[in-house]
């Protein structure tokens, strides 16, 4: 179990500018938080024959709510 690394399956906002420096950070910062290596893999960029054991495994661990300019309006007049 020690040598055990772990995998973060992402979903980048689409108007935001992911650069492989970002993603390079997010790993090296989780390596050091986690004492593991880690792996991030965009859900995009996830393989066909990966996908059902992933989707089998996976855990929510964040969810960003994105708001459109209706939705907001729509929650205000509630």
């Known amino acids: 179990m ?10 980048y906002t689409k108007d935001k500018q992911i650069t ?3 993603i390079s950070r997010i790993m090296c910062s989780l390596n050091k938080l986690l004492y593991r ?7 995009e ?8 054991s992933v989707n089998h495994d996976k855990m929510l661990i ?3 709510k994105i708001w459109t300019d209706f939705s907001i309006n729509q929650v205000i007049a509630k």
């Open 62 to 64: 964040y969810e960003r």
């Open 45 to 52: 960029g996830l393989l066909p024959f990966a996908a059902e």
């Open 20 to 22: 492989l420096f970002t």
């Open 2 to 11: 020690e040598d055990c690394d772990v995998d973060i399956l992402v979903q």
């Open 37 to 43: 290596r880690v792996d991030v893999v965009e859900d």
